[in-house]
């Protein structure tokens, strides 16, 4: 049963576009969200994260938002840069571990 | 930032012998690890749960004999794949809790194992 969802394998948008990445959950006791960036051959990096208690978290070209009772959220990035090209993963956390989606290939042209 | 360590990077090896991944934490102490496991375009399966003294924590699918875990340090955990067999070919990737107990996880980068 796959408790993170990430339905789309991949994503190509246009240098300076937004690219907007989308994530499903459906166990209720999550209530911590993150997402990470992974090159191929290397471990995720930390990107972004967001809290239950929260509907929006911003740090710079990233934005993430919560829909609580959609038990959904999205990472935006604008505006794309090519560098932004590599696999995002949407993970979340009831505080005992952390469960991974699937990943999504995000491909920005330049 | 916070800087997980992990060797090697990537290794062949012949079928029936066993691979030990290290997994350090350089600039913090993790009383937690853990082991995900990554198939091509698949996710980051969690493998188990390491945590420094104490016995590792399995996820429900695997061997625990098959994949030894060891957390003897704060900074130190150790995955051996024994007797591995081409199906165990797969990406491992560490990552480490700082123990003041931030939710975000530092990753390792990787070890692509490769068994012929």
């Known amino acids: 049963d796959q408790q993170v969802k990430q339905n789309s394998p991949s994503l190509s948008v246009q240098e300076g576009r937004i690219s907007i990445l989308n994530c499903d959950y459906t166990?209720?006791?999550?209530?911590?969200f993150l997402w990470y960036k992974k090159y191929p051959a290397e471990g995720p990096t930390f990107l972004i994260s967001i809290s239950s208690i929260k509907d929006k978290n911003e740090d710079g070209r990233f934005t993430v938002f919560l829909n609580k009772s959609a038990k959904h959220l999205s990472l935006h990035i604008v505006p794309s840069q090519p560098g932004d090209s590599a696999v995002y993963f949407c993970?979340?956390?009831?505080?005992?571990?952390?469960?991974f989606g699937k990943g999504i290939t995000l491909s920005v042209r330049p | 930032g916070a800087v997980v360590s992990q060797h090697p990077s990537w290794v062949i090896c012949k079928s029936g012998t066993s691979v030990k991944i290290e997994c350090r934490s350089l600039?913090?102490?993790?009383?937690?690890m853990f082991w995900y496991r990554q198939f091509p375009k698949q996710s980051l399966m969690l493998m188990a749960t390491s945590n420094e003294g104490s016995k590792a924590t399995y996820e429900q699918g695997v061997e625990k004999d098959k994949f030894l875990i060891n957390h003897a340090s704060l900074t130190l955990s150790t995955l051996t794949v024994t007797s591995a067999h081409p199906e165990d070919s797969s990406f491992y990737i560490c990552?480490?809790?700082?123990?003041?107990?931030?939710?975000?996880?530092?990753f390792g980068s990787g070890t692509q194992l490769s068994v012929l």
């Open positions: 166990n209720s006791m999550f209530d911590y």
């Open positions: 990552s480490a809790r700082d123990r003041r107990g931030h939710e975000k996880l530092f």
């Open positions: 600039d913090f102490q993790a009383t937690t």
């Open positions: 993970a979340a956390t009831d505080q005992s571990k952390l469960t």
